[in-house]
């Protein structure tokens, strides 16, 4: 017959990574492992040899040759007889057998994960060649360890035990009626049946626990149950059977060749699963990442933020050239994305917790791509489901602690900056600790203020709310703006790209200097104000455009130097913009970023509840000294120096430029007074009769070029 035909089910199920093999011994029989009736009949021989007693050898002999109950009979019997001989032999007669091209075909799939009732270890030795590190392996009786099989890591799962634990080997009745009343096992398995597209090979579909689950899962869900495949030989099939498998589990029967019981028709099905798998350059995945943010307040005795990551150190043993510190690789809890279960019941399964204990801040969607994947070896892009969770204070145990375990995976609360210093995480997940930190970095900072101020309760420290431009002091700085075209004139440019340009105060010294200057806001109003401004030179113009989003469709004149002047505060996702900025605008000679930023955490926390007080919520992004350079390097560009210029804003011109209401004013000034020592030396503040009258401005400026990201 011609090759198996694989079901696009199937095909998509694996490159989404939603594929489960079933693997029964049909698999392992070409590896000269036995079958069921040869390892019985082995052992009934091992007892002979031995002059061990069988009170009927004619019987036992006719019961291994029997049905599935019959040969479990056997077993009890032989079990009995043999005592602990029966596991070394066991362990003995898999101990040498070596994987098949079956084996090392189904290693290489991308796989969710692969289910045995075999005992041999010939899956981990194949995937040990392919891989160079061990697979995930758990035994039904460690529940555990349970957790892996919920993972993002491929694993393998040992229905009836392995052969190295002869005391995990299901073979008798007794054995099965044990494993029958492990009801962890059956609910995971009927939680991978309900969840995931399940490929049953060389598997005869005789196990009874297993195909009772499927049959009383089918029935349950009236037939909408996922639909599920086996591969069986072409000669052992007809069409009442087909109908019957069918009808009372949903599984689709899928007959290969089997020339003179070669079984070459399982091979062929694997190959057309891999070339599947390598046509795909993309593999696309659903995650549901938890961001989990704890405040600064609790029993870790430090006052920042942090969130919940698990510590997975496999990821990052492909990454050579690191050292044993670095070799730590910190992810984002993560669910398996189900359809079948509610969220908030997921989570509370995953921590063990009761839902009362949390609740849901937020949930949105993000494209995010990764080069590199070690569980899978391949281009991955994923669609993350960031779920921000906030626990109730104090949070339930175990989440108290600073580092805690739940069965095999162990968690930890870091800081953002601390999850940046880990070489390994930063290149295995740096667009998604990029993308935390743009959605919620500034919430991370931001803690309950303490000062003895009471602040309305109706401020909401995590509004965000657009606001008309404003003309402040500090745009008109001579000194400031000097310097950064001293930065830009080291670059010999001939045209200054203003990104965020605003009123376009630097037109006028670009045209002095000889070169021309392009000024480019997403505000139609401001950039109607820019071009009064400009009005009468020559060599400028300002243009509508948004920096996060659009792609330059305008001739750029001559070589020129990006100028990114105080607007990175104002993105909503300032690395995702940075990191496409080349790719949209073109490549210039430098790009010169200028931000405000912080001098220490404590100025940090206090200047966002001075501004949320004042109600000036217009910034997405704050920024502590030194972070502005680091998220230029992050988004790929190489930058070659950085330096720092102090500014001082005049506190009494609040009021009337920005429009303060007197409610805010007396909110704003609440905050003032109750500054610290440490802060107020920190903002270098400066008083009249008592009264602060300026606080520092520092800006941060960044001289970078393009680089290879």
Request: net charge negative.
């Amino acid at each position: 017959m011609k090759n198996t035909v694989v079901p696009e089910t199937i095909k998509t199920a694996l490159i989404d990574r939603d594929l489960i093999v079933f693997v029964g011994a049909g698999l392992s029989s070409p590896a000269n492992c036995p079958s069921w009736e040869q390892l019985l009949t082995g052992l009934a021989e091992k007892a002979e040899s031995e002059a061990i007693a069988i009170d009927d050898p004619i019987e036992l002999s006719s019961l291994i040759k029997g049905s599935t109950f019959h040969k479990q009979i056997a077993a009890s019997e032989l079990q009995y007889a043999l005592g602990e001989k029966m596991m070394e032999y066991i362990t003995d007669r898999f101990r040498n057998v070596k994987p098949t091209q079956n084996h090392d075909l189904l290693s290489r799939l991308t796989l969710k994960g692969i289910i045995t009732t075999n005992y041999d270890h010939l899956i981990e030795k194949a995937y040990q060649n392919s891989h160079s590190s061990e697979l995930e392996t758990v035994i039904a009786q460690d529940s555990e360890r349970y957790s892996i099989l919920k993972s993002d890591q491929p694993w393998l799962f040992k229905l009836h035990g392995s052969s190295e634990r002869g005391r995990t080997i299901v073979l008798s009745s007794e054995d099965y009626e044990r494993l029958a009343r492990e009801t962890a096992t059956f609910r995971m398995l009927e939680a991978m049946l309900q969840n995931n597209v399940v490929l049953f090979v060389g598997f005869g579909l005789e196990d009874p626990d297993s195909m009772d689950t499927i049959r009383r899962l089918n029935r349950a869900y009236g037939g909408a149950l996922q639909r599920h495949y086996a591969l069986v030989a072409e000669n052992s099939l007809g069409p009442a059977k087909k109908r019957f498998y069918k009808d009372n589990y949903n599984i689709q029967l899928l007959p290969y060749s089997n020339t003179n019981d070669k079984h070459e028709g399982v091979t062929e099905f694997l190959q057309q699963l891999a070339q599947h798998q390598a046509a795909e350059k993309e593999v696309t995945m659903e995650k549901r990442l938890l961001v989990i943010t704890r405040p600064y307040r609790g029993n870790f005795g430090d006052g920042n933020g942090a969130i919940l990551v698990t510590n997975n150190p496999q990821w990052a043993t492909k990454l050579e050239g690191l050292s044993e510190t670095d070799r730590l690789c910190y992810l984002l809890p993560y669910l398996s994305y189900s359809e079948y279960h509610q969220l908030d019941d997921q989570i509370a399964e995953y921590f063990g917790i009761p839902k009362e204990s949390f609740y849901l801040r937020d949930t949105q969607e993000e494209l995010v791509s990764e080069k590199f994947n070690p569980a899978i070896e391949t281009e991955v892009t994923y669609t993350y489901t960031f779920i921000e969770l906030e626990f109730s204070d104090p949070p339930p145990s175990p989440l108290m602690e600073q580092r805690f375990s739940i069965g095999e995976t162990s968690f930890e609360w870091l800081t953002l900056e601390s999850l940046r210093k880990h070489k390994s995480t930063m290149e295995l997940n740096k667009d998604v600790i990029m993308a935390v930190s743009d959605r919620f970095g500034s919430r991370l900072n931001k803690r309950p203020w303490s000062l003895g101020v009471p602040i309305a309760p109706e401020i909401d420290f995590y509004a965000v709310r657009s606001t008309d431009y404003q003309d402040h002091e500090w745009l008109l700085d001579d000194y400031l703006l000097d310097l950064i075209l001293k930065n830009a004139e080291a670059f010999s440019p001939t045209t200054i790209v203003d990104l965020g340009c605003g009123p376009s105060v630097l037109a006028h010294k670009c045209v002095s200097l000889g070169m021309h200057y392009r000024g480019l806001d997403s505000s139609r109003d401001v950039v109607e104000r820019a071009s009064e401004n400009i009005q009468g030179l020559e060599n400028c113009s300002v243009d509508v455009f948004d920096i996060a989003t659009d792609s330059m469709s305008l001739t750029l004149p001559g070589e020129c130097v990006f100028l990114l002047k105080n607007v990175i505060h104002l993105l909503d996702h300032p690395h995702r913009t940075l990191n496409t900025l080349i790719d949209r605008l073109g490549s210039p000679r430098a790009i010169i970023f200028v931000e405000t930023v912080s001098p220490g955490p404590d100025s940090l926390i206090w200047i966002q509840a001075l501004f949320a007080a004042l109600r000036r919520e217009h910034k997405k992004f704050w920024a502590l000294k030194g972070q502005i350079e680091s998220l230029v390097e992050l988004a790929g560009f190489k930058v070659e120096n950085t330096s720092h210029y102090e500014q001082f804003i005049d506190v009494s011109k609040w009021s009337d430029s920005w429009r303060i209401s007197d409610s805010e004013w007396t909110q704003g000034e609440g905050v003032l007074n109750a500054i610290s020592p440490k802060i107020e030396s920190e903002m270098k503040v400066k008083r009249e009769d008592g009264t602060i009258t300026e606080l520092l401005r520092l800006q941060e400026i960044v001289v970078a070029v393009p680089g290879t990201k």
